[in-house]
T-cell receptor
Framework: DAGVTQSPTHLIKTRGQQVTLRCSPK?????VSWYQQALGQGPQFIFQ???????QRGNFPDRFSGHQFPNYSSELNVNALLLGDSALYLC????????????FGQGTRLTVV | AQKVTQAQTEISVVEKEDVTLDCVYE???????LFWYKQPPSGELVFLIR??????QNEISGRYSWNFQKSTSSFNFTITASQVVDSAVYFC?????????????FGKGITLSVRP
């Protein structure tokens, strides 16, 4: 049973560019959440998708957008990259109703130069 | 607003020592969930435990134990007889009534180093 898979694992982008990160949830899970983890910090919630709609959003600018597909996989898009967007981006999946835990992927390490 | 404070940033112990990782939380919700996650160098967050706000019983799982005290808003984690494999960053997290389907608010994490 595959867990949460994220691609790519590492990415280097130039300031001002756009990036798309991908996440496939654990089998049987329908809810995907995205987190940003800066170096030395705890993960910060970006947003959550369920039934192809954004359900909750954290305190992130509109440059951060997402999408969920009918197969429950998800994409995180970041436009106009800033140096401060360099971080580990984690995807978590869970299922409604009432998962007892969210399963995390290994993340995508984004470096903006 | 929800907040999780992990005042300890780095802890170093020698193998077989016991170690306690502290977590203090703030929330206005009456129903909430508390979690502990382990993050090894690979980056993936590994779930350790979930507690809801109505269950204050302490829990023990092998060498791991958790002490939840609503009176002090704390959810501390103890590793007994630590091992080198316990070396990782440990995060305490808080969510609303939706549990794992609600956003998780994480603390800054505690880096635990266990020396042979």
């Amino acid at each position: 049973d595959a867990g949460v898979t994220q691609s790519p694992t590492h990415l280097i982008k130039t300031r001002g560019q756009q990036v798309t990160l991908r996440c496939s949830p654990k089998s049987g899970h329908d809810t995907v959440s995205w987190y940003q983890q800066a170096l030395g910090q705890g993960p910060q919630f970006i947003f959550q998708y369920y039934e192809e709609e954004e359900r909750q959003r954290g305190n992130f600018p509109d440059r951060f957008s997402g999408h969920q597909f009918p197969n429950y996989s998800s994409e995180l898009n970041v436009n106009a990259l800033l140096l401060g967007d360099s971080a580990l981006y984690l995807c978590a999946s869970s299922s409604r109703p009432g998962s007892t835990e969210a399963f995390f992927g290994q993340g995508t390490r984004l470096t903006v130069v | 607003a929800q907040k999780v404070t992990q005042a300890q940033t780095e802890i170093s112990v020698v193998e077989k020592e016991d170690v306690t990782l502290d977590c203090v939380y703030e929330t206005r919700d009456t129903t909430y969930y508390l979690f502990w996650y382990k993050q090894p160098p690979s980056g993936e967050l590994v779930f350790l435990i979930r507690r809801n706000s109505f269950d204050e019983q302490n829990e023990i799982s092998g060498r791991y134990s958790w002490n939840f005290q609503k009176s002090t808003s704390s959810f501390n984690f103890t590793i007994t007889a630590s091992q080198v494999v316990d070396s990782a960053v440990y995060f305490c997290a808080l969510s609303e009534a939706g549990g794992a389907n609600s956003k998780l608010t994480f603390g800054k994490g505690i880096t635990l180093s266990v020396r042979p």
